[in-house]
Structure formats: C-alpha cells, structure tokens
C-alpha cells in the first residue's frame, strides 16, 4: 500500500525562477493539501485540493498555486522565488474533505533551496 | 499569530521513564487536535488523536489528555524507548476544516 509520494527530493533554483512539485497521494485518498516548513519550524498550510478545486487557503501570495489532477495527483507551483522561499515543502493526503476526524497522511516533502 | 504552542523546544529523558510532550493553544474553535513525529529527512508521521468531546485517548504506549478549559494537552509515552527520538509537533484543526495548524515542535531525546 503505497503512501504519499512527493517528487522531486531535492531541488535548487535560483531567485526570480519558477519550480513545479508534485504529490501523489496515498491510495484511496482524495484531498491533497501543502504545507511549507522552514527551519526550525512547524510545517505552514498554503492550500488543500479536493475534486480539482482550491477548497481552503492559507496565507501564501498568489505566486503559489496548484492543481489537482483527475487521478487525485496534485502539483504546487511557485513564480518569481525569493531566498525566502527555501523550505520543505510538505504534501499530505486524507480521505473525503470536511469529513471529521481524518488524520492527514504526509509524504517525505521536497527540499527546495533558493540561491 | 501562533495559534498553537510548544514551548518546550527540547526534552531528554532517560530510556524506560515517562516522557511529557505540552501544547498550548489560543482559539477555542479548535476541536480536533493530533500529535505527529518526524525524524531526519522523512515527513511527519500521524501517531495519535483527540476530539474535543474526550478528554484521554490511549493507543498503546502512546496517551494524549486534553484540559479544554486550560486549552492544554499533552503527549505522554510510556516507557520511552531510543526509537521515540525524533520530533514531535502537536497539530489543532476544526473538524472538518482539515486545515492543520501545527506547534513549533519539541524535539524528544531519549537516553539509555
């Protein structure tokens, strides 16, 4: 039973550049949401995809965008980076949105570095 | 706004004793909390939750209490074996909101 699988690991872009991570979520989940970590902190909700629309948004600017896929897959996009954008960026998958108590399953995330 | 806090950025506990993970948090509209661990390099690990209507759920070693007046609750592991050494995040969310809010972490240390 495969889990959330993030890809790429790793990736180093540098300032002003665009990057697209991808999700697959863990089998028989349909909500995708994004999480970003810095250093030494908890990992921070940008937004969760449902049914291929946006259903929820946290306070990330409008460079972070995403999508999901007919197959639940999902990607996250980011424009113009800033150094500030370096991070883990943490996908996590879960079962039937706004349904109660469903734990978020997390894949390993993607180190994104900004030179 | 830090909604939900973990004060304690580290603890070390000796092998075979309790270990006590805290957390507090501000907005009362919160009523699903869960408690994940990481280690290096891998994505946090879902290891227990708690709804707002009980306040102890235990799942093996592992027993999370909630003190909703307090806003308060804690992780407690029992005995603490080296492989519990990681970090561990406390999370709140609305149900079904499924927006998680997460603490800063505390980082658990295990000795033998």
């Known amino acids: 039973d495969a889990g959330v699988t993030q890809s790429p690991t790793h990736l180093i872009k540098t300032r002003g550049q665009q990057v697209t991570l991808r999700c697959s979520p863990k089998?028989?989940?349909?909500?995708v949401s994004w999480y970003q970590q810095a250093l030494g902190q908890g990992p921070q909700f940008i937004f969760q995809?449902?049914?291929?629309?946006?259903?929820q948004r946290g306070n990330f600017p409008d460079r972070f965008s995403g999508h999901q896929f007919p197959n639940y897959s999902s990607e996250l996009n980011v424009n113009a980076l800033l150094l500030g954008d370096s991070a883990l960026y943490l996908c996590?998958?879960?079962?039937?949105?706004?349904?109660?108590?469903?734990?978020?399953?997390f894949g390993d995330g993607t180190r994104l570095s900004i030179l | 706004d830090q909604q939900v806090k973990q004060n304690s950025p580290s603890l070390s506990v000796q092998e075979g004793r309790i270990s006590i993970l805290n957390c507090d948090y501000t907005?009362?509209?919160?009523?699903?909390f869960l408690w994940y661990k990481k280690y290096p390099a891998e994505g946090p690990t879902f290891l227990i939750s708690?709804?707002?209507?009980?306040d102890k759920n235990e799942d093996g070693r592992f027993t999370v209490f909630l003190n909703k007046s307090a806003k308060h609750l804690s992780l407690h592991i029992v005995p603490s074996q080296p492989g519990d050494s990681a970090v561990y995040f406390c999370?709140?969310?609305?149900?079904?909101?499924?927006?998680?809010?997460f603490g800063q972490g505390t980082r658990l240390t295990i000795n033998p």
């Open positions: 907005n009362s509209m919160f009523d699903y």
């Open positions: 708690i709804s707002s209507i009980k």
């Open positions: 995809y449902y049914e291929e629309e946006e259903r």
């Open positions: 996590a998958s879960s079962f039937g949105w706004a349904r109660s108590n469903q734990p978020q399953h």
């Open positions: 089998s028989g989940h349909d909500t």
């Open positions: 999370a709140a969310t609305i149900q079904g909101a499924q927006k998680l809010v």
